[in-house]
């Protein structure tokens, strides 16, 4: 059987600004989330405010690939 595209698909979320100033030696890594997105209503690629643990703000979070 063939396999069906899915309306919601998984996608991760990453900081950019972690990623655009490289990670600094009092942070251990790079803040990720983890949600869905309905591929009709947003074929874009998705950006939101989140809280970043190591950059201890908000900041945005864009989609990466898998």
Same mark, same amino acid.
């Given at each position: 059987?063939?396999? #069906?595209?899915? =309306? +919601?698909?998984?996608?991760?979320? @990453?900081? #950019?600004?972690? =990623? +655009?100033?490289?990670?600094?030696? @009092?942070? #251990?890594?790079?803040? +990720?989330?983890?949600?869905?997105?309905?591929?009709?209503?947003?074929?874009?690629?998705?950006?939101?405010?989140?809280?970043?643990?190591?950059?201890?703000?908000?900041?945005?979070?864009?989609?990466?690939?898998?």
């Amino acid at each position: 059987m063939a396999k #069906t595209k899915d =309306v +919601r698909v998984t996608i991760i979320l @990453e900081c #950019t600004s972690c =990623v +655009r100033n490289g990670v600094n030696k @009092e942070s #251990t890594g790079i803040s +990720r989330y983890i949600t869905q997105k309905n591929r009709h209503n947003t074929p874009s690629r998705l950006e939101l405010k989140k809280l970043c643990p190591y950059c201890y703000k908000h900041t945005i979070h864009g989609e990466i690939k898998k």
